[in-house]
């Protein structure tokens, strides 16, 4: 393993960790009201993605973002984004982790089935397989709720829309971050004060604690996104895809022995056939990225017996 694939492993790693663990950090915060958890992550997040540019030397690549399609379509992704961490963080506050973990897991599914639809990408036997097992644990997973999973599917479809304008916008993903961050920072300040003057808490309890961990949601919200872009860059796209499990199955497992969260046959019978898909397709990509790199191997093996000749 060379020492950049070490970076991108450990990288990946850590970000993945974050996530995973994010529920217990939300949790402490209970107290406090989403919407003004989610001005805080806004409001500490640009400062820290910030500094983390400054760093990395990469400031100047925030002037990408200076063109109309770019910002346009920037604009529609922080919104998405905010949508997203808003619900994640009243999921959290409610007792429903594990519904969450489940709309994570089948987000890289869906996202299968978006380029099929959006891009006429050809989805093969096992993919099908794999969405269709998907969508048999999302029914099983309704019936177990008593409805429509609705907090599951809003946070899977909204991070995969995201994901979906971020793949297809040309910028940095560190500057683009910073760049949602900028657009959504006045309007976190504007409810931040409004929410003042009707009295709110927007410090929690305003014990050392609280201030403390509400300032930290800046780099909780910025350093796993940094790293993930770390890692995007110097791992396969397979292993990555493998590694992006780790953030639900923490979430998963949080939710069941930590957070005590129910969890009854129909819950179980719903995440066996979220694994199966997900197996299925985990495989099927880890076969597809092996026999990319024998052709290759066998194409620079022809060459070389060409020259020779």
């Not at 529609?76 to 506050?93: D, E, F, H, Q, R």
């Not at 969508?135 to 991070?159: D, Q, T």
């Not at 304008?165 to 500057?175: E, H, L, S, W, Y």
């Not at 929690?204 to 796993?224: K, Y």
Request: positive net charge; hydrophobic residues 60%.
């Amino acid at each position: 393993m060379s020492s950049e694939t070490r970076l991108g492993f450990f990288a990946a790693f850590f970000a993945y960790a974050i996530w995973g663990f994010l529920p217990i950090y939300f949790k402490v915060l209970g107290h406090i009201d989403p919407t003004t958890m989610l001005a805080h992550r806004i409001v500490w997040a640009l400062p820290t993605g910030l500094l983390l540019l400054i760093v990395a030397r990469q400031l100047p690549a925030i002037k990408a973002a200076f063109n109309r399609k770019i910002i346009g379509w920037l604009l529609l992704s922080s919104m998405l984004i905010a949508a997203n961490w808003l619900i994640y963080i009243w999921a959290v506050g409610q007792d429903r982790v594990l519904e969450a973990s489940f709309g994570y897991y089948i987000n890289p599914l869906v996202n299968v089935a978006i380029g099929a639809i959006f891009f006429a990408e050809r989805l093969n036997r096992a993919q099908w397989t794999a969405v269709a097992l998907a969508w048999i644990g999302v029914v099983i997973m309704g019936i177990a709720l008593g409805g429509v999973p609705i907090v599951a599917l809003f946070l899977c479809f909204s991070f995969a829309a995201y994901s979906l304008i971020r793949k297809t916008v040309q910028i940095d993903g560190r500057a683009g971050f910073v760049v949602e961050t900028a657009m959504l920072f006045p309007v976190a300040l504007i409810w931040m004060h409004w929410l003042s003057g009707q009295g709110s808490p927007l410090w929690g309890t305003g014990s050392v604690l609280d201030i403390g961990l509400l300032i930290f949601a800046g780099p909780v919200t910025a350093i796993p996104l940094i790293l993930f872009a770390v890692a995007a860059k110097r791992l396969q796209l397979t292993t990555i895809g493998i590694m992006q499990y780790m953030a639900p199955s923490l979430q998963f497992l949080l939710a069941v022995l930590v957070f005590r969260e129910a969890f009854a046959l129909t819950h179980a019978l719903a995440f066996v056939f979220i694994w199966l898909a997900l197996i299925i397709f985990s495989v099927d990509g880890w076969q597809k990225a092996n026999a990319g790199k024998s052709r290759g191997a066998f194409s620079r093996l022809r060459r070389r017996d060409c020259d020779m000749l």
